[in-house]
């Protein structure tokens, strides 16, 4: 009777040992698994810090060379951008919004005359006619404004609309949208303001022949102390000196 108890006694021991075991092990895994989490976490924050530390480095070097033309930017800590530039236009034809969609009541501006190094405008006039298109599913309307100076040196808009058969209509606005899509240019052209209503859509512009350039595509590649490399870019676009439409307004020459 008593070996039995001592028996029994050992066999309890050892599934003891056992449960011990196994629940040694999993609060080893647990431990280690937590470990892992905390080392893995800790990594993602040390590269996020240093990805915005990159970004950073390349929004300052896009903002110096604004400022200076400087493709070099230092940060002083370590941190540096590289900046390349490259021209907007230039060709027979016009995306502006390759990136993404002209969105509603957006202006989108194509230049028909040239800019000087400052910004300034120059005297070389694009000449010829247009062909504006949107998206082949574009069921909004266009507002255009083209800009130009009439001989004698007068300043003149000439504002027309064309509705393109979808349910976004604009009273007033033409349904017949040959005048929006085919442009006829005279005098000297300045500017051609295309504004989607109603619907977002992409935009170009084609000719017969090289469109001024519109501005320029910068591309900054930042980097973090340790190597961290990000990359952005922006595009800047030529925009509208204000005694430019203001003159335009003021004289009431508004066709």
């Not at 400022?67 to 390349?84: E, K, M, P, Q, R």
């Not at 977002?200 to 591309?219: K, N, R, W, Y």
Request: net charge neutral; aromatic share 8%; hydrophobic share 35%.
């Amino acid at each position: 009777m008593i070996n039995k108890k001592i028996n029994k006694i050992k066999q309890n021991q050892g599934q003891i040992a056992i449960i011990v075991l196994l629940a040694s092990a999993i609060l080893l895994s647990l431990g280690l698994s937590a470990s892992k989490k905390a080392i893995t976490d800790t990594k993602v924050d040390i590269n996020e810090e240093l990805l915005k530390e990159a970004f950073n480095a390349a929004e300052s070097g896009i903002n110096n060379y604004i400022n200076t033309t400087n493709v070099n930017y230092d940060a002083g800590d370590g941190n540096n951008a590289v900046i390349t530039k490259k021209d907007i236009g230039g060709g027979e034809s016009i995306t502006l919004s390759s990136e993404g969609l002209v969105l509603a009541n957006t202006n989108q501006l194509f230049w028909l005359v040239n800019h000087e190094d400052d910004g300034s405008i120059g005297n070389n006039y694009y000449s010829g006619n247009i062909t504006l298109t949107a998206d082949n599913n574009f069921n909004g309307a266009l507002k255009v404004d083209y800009f130009y100076i009439q001989a004698g040196g007068a300043y003149k808009v000439s504002r027309f609309g064309c509705n393109y058969g979808g349910s976004n209509t604009v009273v007033g606005f033409s349904s017949d949208t040959t005048n929006c899509s085919n442009l006829t240019l005279t005098g000297s052209s300045l500017l051609l303001i295309v504004t989607p209503m109603g619907s977002a859509t992409s935009l170009s512009i084609s000719g017969s022949s090289p469109f001024p350039i519109q501005g320029e595509q910068l591309t900054a590649v930042g980097t973090a102390n340790n190597g961290v490399k990000t990359q952005i870019k922006t595009r800047n676009i030529y925009q509208i000196p204000s005694f430019f439409t203001e003159a335009i307004t003021a004289k009431n020459i508004i066709q």
